[in-house]
């Protein structure tokens, strides 16, 4: 219906009359794969380097893959335990929780990320790339350490919007491989992926008694009828009835 309309609109130039009577499609819901925590910890057990802090940080903090690897140095607040997480799903910002368990390792990430960015400055390497025209706003910011990649990429890249040389960050197909060979290694045989440790943060929270409302918020969820899905694969069996079998 919408490609109709569409064609009629912007391509013919001819305003149809109100359409009734007509059968949409409707969008198939599914439920998420959720692991449990013992399946979470297994995952993490094949992994390790930056690759398992990508994953401890996806579990932990509850964010998209991208949302994950776009973290800039300014984006991590380790005093108030926050990241920002800026334009998400839906172009918003939003604040989410740094797991304290990660303050350590992240510190001595940055540590070594910090070689890089030094190494990059002294090579005259091009900044990184900067959101909404802030290169043109402020000129220097792309090459201060605050706006460096929290995960950057070990290789240089042409940047095909700008035309230079410079660092992204790493690229998503190397989390979501560590991903799955740390199930297959784990013998995990649910269907996992990066974006499944999301799922389980969320589920996870609202096991531990947190209010969906603030799972909402964390998850960056416009309407919490999204986030309200997690309520229906809680560890408590269908729907929360016990078998009669276990009576």
């Known amino acids: 219906l919408a490609a109709i309309l569409f064609l009629y609109r912007e391509v013919l130039q001819i305003e149809l009359p ?67 997480v800026r334009n998400g799903k839906g172009a918003k910002d939003r604040v989410t929780i740094l797991p304290e368990s990660l303050v350590v390792l992240l510190r001595a990430h940055l540590a070594h990320v910090r070689v890089i960015f030094d190494t990059d400055r002294e090579n005259g390497v091009a900044g990184v790339y900067m959101p909404y025209a802030l290169d043109s706003k ?27 040389i410079r660092r992204h960050h790493v690229n998503s197909q190397l989390i979501q491989r560590a991903v799955k060979k740390a199930a297959d290694f784990a ?8 974006h499944t440790l999301r799922h389980s943060f969320a589920t996870h929270l609202l096991e531990s008694g947190y209010d969906i409302r603030t799972v909402q918020e964390l998850l960056g969820h416009k309407d919490v009828s999204t986030t309200q899905i997690y309520t229906h694969v809680l560890n408590r069996g269908g729907r929360g009835v016990k078998s009669p079998l276990d009576i």
């Open 18 to 84: 109100r359409v009734a009577n007509v059968v949409r499609s409707k969008v198939t819901q599914r439920l998420p794969v959720v692991l449990s925590r013992q399946e979470v910890s297994l995952l993490f057990s094949g992994m390790e380097g930056s690759q398992l802090l990508m994953a401890r940080f996806l579990y932990g903090s509850g964010l998209r893959v991208l949302e994950l690897l776009r973290l800039r140095v300014c984006d991590v607040d380790f005093d108030r335990f926050e990241v920002v």
């Open 138 to 164: 402020y000129p220097k910011a792309a090459e201060e350490w605050r706006w460096f990649w929290v995960f950057p990429s070990r290789s240089l890249s042409k940047d095909p919007r700008a035309g230079v």
């Open 187 to 194: 013998g995990i045989t649910k269907r996992v992926s990066p």
